[in-house]
């Protein structure tokens, strides 16, 4: 038999007329890539001492970097991407999601921290993590992201029953310990339009090429 809340739930359902709520999550975050160079790459700019910085922007190659030994095309770093390539908001206190009514009321708001969405009841998944020492040893990687400010993700609810925030389901990755939202669920469905409302401008970006020694330590061109 079911309980008295189990009743009241199913009254309030069916009484219930469908709506659609809409959502965006903003603060920061940004893109992340990371991929595989070869080794001579990595020795070039070494002992050249060539700045990664400034030739990932390098657009007309003023650095003159030879082609054989360009970790990618001069300017598209973000193309470095055989081990990831992800972008998202930030999970976490300095971040938000806001949920609006259908005549655009905010009805919900909440920082996006792991650890506080987990004190509301509400779901929080761990999907991958990436740390350059996974790789094996002697492969060099390179680590490019670009931070980012704004609106990273959003879409639309469509309920059947009075809007719920303990039915989202927050998915993240661990890259380099940037966690990333990677997907969104509410009530066990996917947001299909959740990267349609993508809107930032760039705050800042960061370069890194390692070399991964036997003992797991990372050696970098600086070093």
């Excluded at 003159?64 to 770093?77: A, K, L, N, R």
């Excluded at 930030?90 to 650890?115: F, Q």
């Excluded at 992201?145 to 990755?173: A, H, I, R, V």
């Excluded at 066990?188 to 760039?202: A, C, E, K, P, R």
């Amino acid at each position: 038999m079911a309980t008295v809340e189990e009743q009241q739930a199913l009254v309030e359902h069916l009484k219930f007329t469908p709506r659609t709520y809409t959502f965006s999550m903003w603060g920061y975050g940004g893109e992340v890539v990371m991929g595989r160079v070869d080794r001579k790459v990595y020795n070039y700019f070494k002992e050249n001492q060539i700045d990664l910085d400034e030739f990932a922007y390098d657009w007309d190659n003023e650095t003159e970097v030879p082609e054989d030994v360009q970790p990618f095309t001069p300017g598209e770093w973000h193309d470095c991407d055989h081990i990831l390539h992800e972008s998202g908001v930030e999970m976490s206190g300095a971040c938000h999601i806001t949920v609006y009514d259908e005549n655009g009321k905010e009805v919900w708001d909440h920082r996006l921290d792991p650890a506080d969405l987990d004190e509301d009841e509400i779901t929080v998944i761990e999907s991958e993590e990436y740390f350059a020492h996974f790789e094996a040893p002697e492969t060099v990687v390179f680590y490019g992201q670009s931070l980012e400010k704004g609106t990273f993700m959003g879409g639309e609810l469509e309920l059947t029953s009075p809007f719920d925030p303990t039915k989202f389901k927050f998915y993240y990755n661990d890259i380099e310990g940037w966690a990333l939202c990677s997907n969104v669920e509410y009530d066990d469905q996917d947001i299909d339009s959740l990267f349609d409302n993508y809107d930032t401008v760039g705050k800042s970006s960061s370069f890194y090429m390692w070399l991964v020694k036997e003992d797991g330590e990372l050696e970098g061109i600086d070093e």
